[in-house]
């Protein structure tokens, strides 16, 4: 299994950033898909992940400002992210749950400031 995360950079306050996971070695299209973020000094929080068939759920604090998606046919997952504040600032990582165990990409690193 391998996730490869692309997309991160500086952006200003109310900027927008597009993410993107490029995954491999399984079933994509059978697995929900997760982005999960990092702050420095806090625990790993999830942030959206989208059902096999297209559900989504997103964590209240970026409800109406971020969007996730997926291409089953291109194997990837992405996470539209606009309005950003300073305080989505952290490294993203992708992640996959399959039997047994997860599995995460590297992380792209966010920084939202001015």
């Known amino acids: 299994v391998q996730l490869v995360e692309s997309g991160g950079g500086l952006v200003q306050p109310g900027g927008s950033l597009r993410l993107s996971c490029a995954a491999s070695g399984f079933t994509f299209s059978s697995y929900t898909m997760a982005w999960v973020r990092q702050a420095s000094g806090e625990q790993r929080e999830l942030v959206a992940q989208?059902?096999?068939?297209?559900?989504?759920n997103y964590a209240d604090f970026v409800q109406g400002r971020f969007t996730i998606s997926r291409d089953n046919a291109k194997n990837t997952v992405g996470l539209q992210m606009d309005s950003l504040k300073p305080e989505d600032t952290a490294v993203y990582y992708c992640r996959v749950r399959l039997p047994g165990r997860d599995f995460w990409g590297q992380g792209t690193q966010v920084t939202v400031s001015s």
């Open positions: 989208i059902g096999s068939r297209g559900s989504t």
